[in-house]
């Protein structure tokens, strides 16, 4: 059978701190058919020096180009890809450990050669999403998203599986993208969107990736009103019964974790 091809993206801007971590993490990967592409948006700290340091490995691909935002410059990436599947993986945060893609995508053959006795090629999954290990000021969670309903009730309550854990088909990708008018969830709305449009997705018990939620931008406190206006938005857009029902439990909750 042929390999599956997997593509890691790195999207950054002035991140001279934290980028050669999240390279070396991508590039000590034991999976042979990986191909690795940063997109840097002309930064002026120290990133792009640090990221020509890389440039001579054969799977990298670097890309140094301004663009409007955080979702446009994924776009770009969706477009620079050439693997079958993509996990997005912010500056700063890194793999679990070298042989995580090779763990990864043994379960995905493995449920892809199941499916494939019984059902078509295009109604395979299109996401496959596993664990994640997130980073606190105080504490080390891992997240688990197993169970038969469990994405469709997070996203509903306004959260998703981190997308550092997340292999999507670049199919999927190229076809649904990011919608740029949000500033901070739109990889929220695109799985909405790929979940209301009945793209399949599926569970693989594999701890991914360890990720910042210190400094990332959704983890910023400031943020918090702009990213929940955002989720709402895209729930009222696109599942706008279950908005209404749920909308009041949330607004609830909201107000219990401000008092906490």
Do not use: W
Request: charged share 25%.
């Amino acid at each position: 059978m042929r390999p599956i091809r997997i593509s890691v993206v790195t999207v950054c801007y002035n991140a001279a701190d934290t980028i050669a971590g999240t390279i070396e993490s991508v590039l000590k990967q034991t999976y042979d058919h990986l191909e690795y592409c940063i997109v840097d948006g002309m930064s002026v700290d120290g990133t792009q020096e640090t990221i020509h340091q890389y440039e001579n490995y054969s799977n990298v691909k670097a890309v140094f180009e301004a663009d409007s935002g955080l979702y446009n410059a994924m776009n770009k990436a969706i477009d620079l890809c050439s693997g079958e599947y993509v996990l997005f993986l912010n500056s700063g945060d890194v793999f679990r450990d070298e042989n995580v893609v090779s763990n990864a995508v043994k379960q995905i053959c493995e449920y892809k050669n199941t499916e494939k006795r019984q059902t078509d090629q295009d109604k395979l999954p299109g996401i496959f999403y596993g664990n994640v290990i997130k980073i606190y000021k105080t504490r080390r969670v891992t997240e688990k998203y197993g169970g038969r309903k469990k994405v469709f009730r997070m996203l509903m309550m306004g959260k998703m599986p981190c997308h550092q854990g997340i292999f999507t088909n670049a199919s999927v990708l190229k076809k649904y993208r990011f919608d740029e008018s949000y500033q901070i969830c739109a990889d929220f709305d695109f799985m909405v969107r790929c979940l209301r449009s009945g793209v399949r997705m599926q569970y693989i018990d594999v701890d991914i990736s360890v990720v910042d939620c210190i400094m990332g931008i959704s983890s910023q406190s400031a943020n918090l009103d702009q990213m929940r206006a955002e989720d709402d938005r895209s729930l009222r857009e696109n599942y706008p019964l279950c908005y209404m029902f749920m909308q009041p439990l949330k607004r609830i909750i909201r107000k219990c974790r401000r008092m906490a």
